[in-house]
T-cell receptor, first 114, second 109 residues
């Protein structure tokens, strides 16, 4: 299994600012994903982080708002840009071990925008 | 139509009870199926994969019905520690995983 760490674990940010969330996996993984989870809701996929190329975004999410980097097979970042209170959520990084098809999650980043 | 649909519950059951959750999926070409457990304010964690022949892990039994496009999770002899949200996850071909909205379970003493 993969062990995933995220930082920061939580943050309170002001409207209009940006926050970059880091995700580190303890082993090389095939895929990395970024999800958002609103309180009491299920997970919504933001994008797939592709190593060495642009991320693949889901409908409703755009690169200008959520730029993503994945410079190697163990690390990715998600930036939440020009934040508004509607961006308050938990952001989860996950990794997919392609050999077993199991997906592992980081502990999440709890973001509050005031 | 959503890719994955679950009854959100909540299910409130007494200790020792047996409870079952169902989940339906829309893509008949889906290949892999999972149940995840998510505790309050925690990240989802894999509970078990679901195999075509069905599989059992202690008190937990998962089954797949491809003809009707649903998967199920049965929990026997419920424990207080089973209280959580259970997420159904379906993976069609490719890299996408689809999560259900989750079913909330509370086991009552």
């Amino acid at each position: 299994s993969a062990v995933i760490s995220q930082k920061p674990s939580r943050d309170i940010c002001q409207r209009g600012t940006s926050l970059t969330i880091q995700c580190q996996v303890d082993s090389q993984v095939t895929m990395m994903f970024w999800y958002r989870q609103q309180p009491g809701q299920s997970l919504t996929l933001i994008a797939t982080a592709n190593q060495g190329s642009e991320a693949t975004y889901e409908s409703g999410f755009v690169i200008d708002k959520f730029p993503i980097s994945r410079p190697n097979l163990t690390f990715s970042t998600l930036t939440v840009s020009n934040m508004s209170p509607e961006d308050s959520s938990i952001y989860l990084c996950s990794a997919w071990d392609g050999s077993s098809y199991e997906q592992y999650f980081g502990p999440g980043t709890r973001l509050t925008v005031t | 139509r959503k890719e994955v649909e679950q009854d959100p519950g909540p299910f409130n059951v007494p200790e020792g009870a047996t409870v079952a959750f169902n989940c339906t999926y829309s893509n008949s070409a889906s290949q892999s199926f999972f149940w995840y457990r998510q505790d309050c304010r925690k990240e989802p964690k894999l509970l078990m994969s679901v195999y075509s022949s069905g599989n059992e892990d202690g008190r937990f039994t998962a089954q797949l019905n491809r003809a009707s496009q649903y998967i199920s999770l049965l929990i026997r002899d419920s424990k207080l520690s089973d209280s959580a949200t259970y997420l159904c996850v379906v993976k069609p071909h490719g890299n996408q995983f689809y999560f259900g909205t989750g079913t909330s379970l509370t086991v009552i003493p």
